[in-house]
């Protein structure tokens, strides 16, 4: 584990239309930084394997669901859905054009190759937000984790997605009976109620404990159909 002596070592900073974006190396770990926000790192991946798993077991045994990941990361939830055969699609929707360079030909690679040689996945390039507005796909769950959560986002336009407004383009694009799973660093029972508001049924909070300080959660709730 990294001393608090430790400085962190820059490997890539980048300029993009949201701001910056920074990878890292911190002792044995990856750091993926925007706008001088942390977003997260490789030294556990818990919390975003409990995404995937929480989605897929709340779809009740669906055959080969399509699931759609906002927010590729470091790419811990994306190589766990593709170690998983009960999922079919799998598209991945990242904004961030410097962390796909990362996993493609980048230190991020080591933890993605395999998942992204898998012929179930693709990496969609784009505003998540936009793209729940806009595409005409549809899908069976939505794992997303491209903020801190819906009380603390990484830019100001995210905030959008977690108001009803933006629940109701996600039911859009969830087939009935589909999940939606939103990974956060703390519970937000208002969240919890805007779900509800938004005609999501089901709606509960796991908790996945952490060494100090209040647990990750993933906000959990289905689309009626």
């Known amino acids: ?29 990856l750091e993926i930084i925007a706008n001088g926000c942390f977003l997260m790192d490789t030294s556990d991946g818990r919390s975003e394997r409990l995404l995937v798993d929480a989605a897929l077991d709340a779809l009740d045994g669906r055959d080969r669901p399509h699931v759609l990941i906002g927010g590729l990361g470091v790419g811990f939830s994306l190589a766990h859905a593709a170690a998983d055969p009960r999922w079919g699609r799998i598209t991945v929707v990242e904004r961030e054009h410097a962390i796909v360079e990362w996993h493609h030909d980048g230190p ?3 933890l993605s190759a395999q998942a992204l040689a898998d012929p179930r996945a693709r990496i969609v390039e784009a ?3 936009a793209h729940v507005n806009e595409t005409s796909d549809t899908y069976d769950a939505l794992c997303l984790d491209i903020d801190n959560g819906p009380d603390w986002t990484v830019t100001e336009g995210n905030g959008n997605l977690y108001r009803e ?7 859009r694009v969830l087939r009935p009976g589909g999940v939606l799973a939103v990974w ?8 919890e109620e805007t779900l509800r508001n938004a005609g999501f049924q089901r709606v509960r909070t796991e908790e996945i404990p952490v060494a100090r300080g209040v647990p990750d959660v993933v906000h959990l709730g289905i689309r009626p159909g």
């Open 108 to 110: 991020l690679s080591a």
């Open 127 to 129: 505003d998540l937000v």
């Open 184 to 191: 956060s660093a703390q519970p937000s029972p208002e969240f």
């Open 1 to 29: 584990m990294p001393s608090s002596y430790d400085i962190p070592e820059v490997l890539d900073r980048r300029e993009g239309p949201h701001g910056e974006v920074v990878l890292r190396r911190h002792g044995d770990r």
């Open 165 to 171: 407004a933006g629940l109701a383009s996600c039911a």
